[in-house]
């Protein structure tokens, strides 16, 4: 090969080199460190991936868009509250002052359930509302009124627009008569007092209680009347039906209920105490035949001891004391071996008779032998 032997100019070495490529381009910035500043800055292709330029940050308002959102929620649900209470406010005014809500007379006031409990009774309590607002009405007040009435055991008092007023009434439902001093009035299981409707007292059927007044608590005769059920509901178990036959129960002594039967031969009061009704009354139910036979006069039997039946434990008020202390001891006695078995020994048991004797026999001599020896002895002198 030929050697240049031409003249070096430095024109030559000023001119622009040829493009290279990035890699080339590297290798030149690694080869000279002074010249790649120069280069970095000129390339077009490393332009690419610089930096984007810094953002210009926007103008904000002086609340975040949270606390926005939630101030219009606020909003919006004030303007709603205050145009339901407008609303309602307008509502409350026009009810409350209408003439379309005004009970005008009696014939709105329905009233429904009663059957003892009287027309005007219910006027007594419900009659100052006429010419009132059906929205004034005190229903709770005019509830517990109407049940301060005897008869009525509940009561429901409801409004109906525009200008009803409708009573429903549960009544009480009686269950006995009850002796309260010169007066007999009717009682339920509770033991609340009840006048006795007018025209309607034969149309009831139940015994008579005694042992109570007006005085007594309410739960005092509330106690002696769950006794009553006690005692009736026993009675009638198993289709007895013994309840039809009392005619009188004395309920003064809690321990010893004390029915009166109504006998054809006479009426008996029987003492059946606090347990056992049905086995009681029908051991006096199978043996008042025999009594009978034993005795001339039956007027009452305590059964409240086992193995043993007290035949007129009550003095007849038409005889003495001493009469009839003696009786019943002797009754008493024997009438144990009457329980255990029925012989014919106990049929030879005259002893009340001879009882009666002696005690009769008595004031005789002692009346008689007096007035003799004063007359004869002065007449021969």
């Given at each position: 090969?030929?050697?240049?032997?031409?003249?070096?100019?430095?024109?030559?070495?000023?001119?622009?080199?040829?493009?290279?490529?990035?890699?080339?381009?590297?290798?030149?910035?690694?080869?000279?460190?002074?010249?790649?500043?120069?280069?970095?800055?000129?390339?077009?292709?490393?332009?690419?991936?610089?930096?984007?330029?810094?953002?210009?940050?926007?103008?904000?308002?002086?609340?975040?868009?949270?606390?926005?959102?939630?101030?219009?929620?606020?909003?919006?649900?004030?303007?709603?509250?205050?145009?339901?209470?407008?609303?309602?406010?307008?509502?409350?005014?026009?009810?409350?002052?209408?003439?379309?809500?005004?009970?005008?007379?009696?014939?709105?006031?329905?009233?429904?359930?009663?059957?003892?409990?009287?027309?005007?009774?219910?006027?007594?309590?419900?009659?100052?509302?006429?010419?009132?607002?059906?929205?004034?009405?005190?229903?709770?007040?005019?509830?517990?009124?109407?049940?301060?009435?005897?008869?009525?055991?509940?009561?429901?008092?409801?409004?109906?627009?525009?200008?009803?007023?409708?009573?429903?009434?549960?009544?009480?439902?009686?269950?006995?008569?009850?002796?309260?001093?010169?007066?007999?009035?009717?009682?339920?299981?509770?033991?609340?007092?009840?006048?006795?409707p007018p025209g309607q007292a034969k149309?009831?059927?139940?015994?008579?209680?005694?042992?109570?007044?007006?005085?007594?608590?309410?739960?005092?005769?509330?106690?002696?009347?769950?006794?009553?059920?006690?005692?009736?509901?026993?009675?009638?178990?198993?289709?007895?039906?013994?309840?039809?036959?009392?005619?009188?129960?004395?309920?003064?002594?809690?321990?010893?209920?004390?029915?009166?039967?109504?006998?054809?031969?006479?009426?008996?009061?029987?003492?059946?105490?606090?347990?056992?009704?049905?086995?009681?009354?029908?051991?006096?139910?199978?043996?008042?035949?025999?009594?009978?036979?034993?005795f001339q006069r039956l007027d009452s039997?305590?059964?409240?001891?086992?193995?043993?039946?007290?035949?007129?434990?009550?003095?007849?008020?038409?005889?003495?004391?001493?009469?009839?202390?003696?009786?019943?001891?002797?009754?008493?006695?024997?009438?144990?071996?009457?329980?255990?078995?029925?012989?014919?020994?106990?049929?030879?048991?005259?002893?009340?008779?001879?009882?009666?004797?002696?005690?009769?026999?008595?004031?005789?001599?002692?009346?008689?032998?007096?007035?003799?020896?004063?007359?004869?002895?002065?007449?021969?002198?």
């Amino acid at each position: 090969m030929a050697r240049d032997n031409t003249p070096f100019t430095p024109e030559e070495d000023i001119s622009p080199a040829p493009r290279q490529g990035r890699g080339a381009a590297r290798a030149n910035l690694e080869d000279d460190p002074l010249d790649s500043r120069t280069i970095d800055l000129d390339n077009e292709d490393e332009a690419a991936f610089r930096r984007a330029p810094k953002r210009v940050p926007a103008k904000r308002g002086p609340l975040p868009r949270k606390v926005l959102a939630r101030l219009k929620w606020v909003v919006l649900a004030a303007i709603i509250f205050c145009f339901a209470y407008g609303a309602w406010a307008a509502v409350e005014r026009y009810g409350t002052r209408s003439w379309r809500f005004r009970i005008n007379s009696s014939d709105d006031l329905e009233i429904a359930g009663t059957h003892n409990v009287t027309r005007p009774q219910i006027m007594q309590v419900m009659g100052g509302d006429i010419g009132r607002n059906v929205f004034f009405i005190p229903l709770a007040e005019r509830k517990k009124q109407l049940e301060q009435i005897a008869w009525v055991e509940s009561a429901t008092v409801m409004r109906f627009l525009p200008d009803r007023i409708r009573i429903d009434i549960k009544e009480r439902t009686p269950v006995a008569f009850v002796h309260m001093g010169s007066r007999i009035q009717l009682i339920d299981g509770n033991g609340v007092i009840m006048e006795m409707p007018p025209g309607q007292a034969k149309k009831y059927s139940f015994p008579v209680l005694t042992g109570m007044n007006d005085n007594e608590p309410l739960s005092t005769r509330a106690a002696r009347m769950m006794i009553f059920t006690r005692l009736i509901s026993e009675l009638d178990r198993d289709g007895a039906n013994y309840s039809k036959d009392l005619s009188e129960i004395d309920l003064n002594d809690p321990d010893d209920a004390k029915v009166t039967v109504a006998d054809p031969a006479g009426p008996v009061v029987i003492h059946l105490g606090d347990t056992n009704f049905l086995e009681r009354y029908k051991i006096y139910t199978a043996h008042v035949g025999e009594w009978r036979q034993q005795f001339q006069r039956l007027d009452s039997v305590d059964l409240r001891y086992e193995r043993q039946v007290i035949v007129n434990p009550d003095a007849p008020k038409d005889a003495p004391k001493q009469l009839a202390q003696p009786v019943i001891k002797k009754v008493a006695a024997t009438k144990v071996v009457a329980k255990a078995s029925t012989k014919k020994p106990v049929a030879k048991k005259p002893a009340a008779r001879p009882a009666a004797k002696t005690t009769k026999a008595k004031p005789k001599t002692v009346a008689k032998p007096a007035p003799k020896t004063v007359t004869k002895k002065p007449a021969p002198r």
